[in-house]
């Protein structure tokens, strides 16, 4: 059976058809999901079909002109461009090229909706492929790299730009955070540590003014002389009166 297979697939290959896979409705899952899919030839899928899971694989293939069926997505495809509607264009003609990766054609018109510029270059390096002579492509592929370089430059340019910015923002940064460091750092006593007593006359003192702690004091001088004279007075007192009744 396999040798009438290829025998079948070989004969498709030389009269330019594709290979289609059909499989009976009674098929079991993994036959049934290869059913009516189009392959090349030489690339189709082996018989019996892999996991399949009604031995004997009752399925087989039938040859396929694809040409009615690539010109009906073509001229879908090429109107949905003309129509603005991209996504569905895009995927009318990848259906083009999944049946015939050769259409000059389809290539050509995918060009102008594949999304991002090596996309568009790629689809026109194949055109070329297929075509060396078409200069419509050799124009828009010029084009292309021409605008791809100019894109690489203005991103290079701009992460430089980005880069000096940030470095000239961390300079900035730094030298902002030098000019707001104290000169010195007085050490201080935690306020745990000082009784609420001794932390009240700590605050009182070190608010003062000098003028006003120069002026206490000499207030507690002038106390203590006061205090010197009266206790040098007493002892002259007590002096005379002790000399006075010795002499009685």
């Not at 910015?165 to 902002?176: D, F, L, M, V």
């Amino acid at each position: 059976m396999s040798e009438n297979i290829d025998e079948l697939l070989t004969e498709l290959v030389r009269q330019g058809l594709k290979a289609r896979l059909v499989a009976r409705p009674d098929a079991c899952p993994a036959c049934r999901k290869l059913h009516s899919r189009i392959f090349e030839p030489l690339v189709a899928p082996s018989i019996p079909i892999r996991d399949c899971q009604t031995p004997p694989c009752r399925c087989r293939y039938e040859g396929f002109d694809p040409r009615p069926l690539i010109e009906s997505l073509l001229s879908a495809g090429i109107a949905a461009v003309k129509e603005q509607k991209l996504e569905e264009a895009r995927e009318l003609l990848y259906q083009v090229i999944d049946l015939d990766e050769r259409s000059e054609k389809a290539w050509l018109w995918l060009s102008g909706v594949a999304e991002g510029i090596d996309e568009r270059i790629l689809c026109l390096e194949n055109v070329l492929a297929i075509n060396p002579h078409n200069e419509l492509a050799k124009r828009g592929l010029g084009h292309l790299r021409a605008e791809r370089r100019a894109v690489g430059s203005g991103e290079d340019a701009a992460k430089k730009i980005k880069e000096a910015r940030e470095a000239i923002g961390h300079i900035r940064t730094s030298q902002k955070r030098a000019s707001l460091k104290p000169a010195a750092v007085k050490e201080r006593v935690p306020a745990a540590t000082v009784p609420a007593r001794e932390k009240m006359d700590l605050e009182y003192v070190t608010q003062r003014r000098p003028t006003e702690v120069r002026a206490t004091r000499r207030l507690i001088f002038m106390a203590f002389l006061y205090a010197l004279l009266v206790i040098l007075i007493l002892v002259l007192v007590w002096a005379a009166l002790t000399y006075t009744g010795g002499i009685v």
